[in-house]
């Protein structure tokens, strides 16, 4: 046995006798299936913050989380007053269809008030299978009586795109997240300032905590000229590089960042800036270069666990050191209406 090392009957006889003392004596009930996922999830307890174990619930709503998919009405909720309430329908879901409002109040789900319910209790009833029935009870502020809506549960994508044309024939783009959505909602924005003629763009990539790497290697080839977007550095010196073929850039571009701008959102910013296809504007951006692989397990459970670390083109780290703009701007103070990060972004295209 190699110096250093415990044998695993050590640690198993260790590990059993630990886990009976605390079932035994332990003030409050607690059982082995518990204490064996509190184990599990130990193992993850040296690694990186972003390397974690999640149950079958947990993992499911990670899944969620990161593709941008998810089967449910399509409203996002938060509490006020007393009142969990909808902050807003997602566009084109059962909600919106149906005509549930921002500010609606949610009294009941299924007959079941939601008096005293936090808004993760009310989620976790409206959530369903696809296809299935969900009745919602609203408190609408003009409205005398309840209204209620029978919606049917579905696939809601969530579009992390949004748009508009500024003054002087800009385009704004706000990437919130890169979702399995991205790209794939991209596209047809570049291909309507192309029709307008539209060859200055900003995009803006503040508060966005990145996604998927897939993702934003697709995002990058629409902007980044031929060669290098990102290189993974796996354990044990493996490389991998992924690459753009454009010919050349077709946009003058500026990149807003800021100190929340992370992960995927990093390396688009890092293959800008490398590759000179735009100008980086706001503050350094938060740091985080490592890659994550979700891996499901057999009994539902599942894990994330870093496997790499991303270099830029130019094979710069940013881990712990984030993305320097090339061109510092503050952000808002409270309450200021303007946005000088945007202002210097339009300075700089006109």
């Known amino acids: 046995m190699e110096k250093g090392k415990i044998h695993w009957r050590t640690i198993y006889s260790i590990f ?3 886990k009976e003392l605390v079932k035994d004596n ?14 599990i999830k130990g193992l993850f307890y040296f690694l990186d913050d972003y390397s974690n174990y999640y149950t079958k619930a947990e993992f499911e709503e ?12 399509g409203i996002v909720v938060s509490e006020k007053d007393g009142y969990v309430v909808v902050v807003e329908p997602i566009e084109g879901s059962p909600a919106y269809k149906a005509g549930i409002k921002s500010k609606d109040k949610i009294i009941s ?29 609203i408190k609408r502020e003009g409205q005398a009586s309840p209204i209620y809506f029978t919606l049917t549960r579905d696939e809601i994508k969530i579009n992390p795109i949004s748009y508009k044309i500024l003054d002087k024939n800009i385009g704004y783009i706000k990437i919130s997240q890169f979702n399995e959505n991205t790209n794939e909602n991209l596209v047809p924005v570049l291909k309507e300032f192309d029709k307008k003629n539209i060859s200055k763009i900003i995009i803006d990539l503040r508060d ?5 790497l897939g993702e934003v290697v697709e995002v990058s080839k629409n902007f980044v000229p031929k060669g290098p977007i990102v290189h993974i550095k796996y354990k044990n010196k493996i490389e991998q590089t992924y690459y753009s073929n454009l010919p050349k850039t077709k946009y003058k571009l500026v990149v807003l960042v800021n100190e929340n701008s992370a992960s995927a959102s990093e390396i688009f910013a890092g293959a800008v800036q490398d590759t000179k296809a735009g100008t980086i504007v706001g503050v350094t951006t938060f740091g985080k270069g490592t890659v994550q692989e979700i891996i499901p397990l057999p009994n539902g459970d599942g894990m994330k666990l870093t496997v790499a670390e991303y270099l830029t083109p130019k094979k710069r780290s940013i881990n712990g050191k984030g993305v320097v703009p090339d061109i510092i701007v503050e952000g808002n103070s409270y309450p200021s209406i303007k946005d000088p990060q945007l202002e210097k972004a339009i300075t700089i295209l006109q």
């Open 208 to 212: 966005n905590p990145g996604g998927l």
């Open 109 to 137: 789900v299924d007959g079941k008030s939601t008096t005293g319910l936090s808004s993760k209790d009310v989620v976790e009833l409206i959530k369903g299978e696809k296809g299935t029935k969900v009745k919602i009870g």
């Open 62 to 73: 990670l899944l969620g989380s990161v593709s941008g998919n998810f089967v449910g009405v």
């Open 26 to 39: 332990y003030a409050f009930d607690i059982n082995d299936n518990e204490l064996i996922q509190g184990a």
């Open 16 to 18: 059993y006798q630990v």
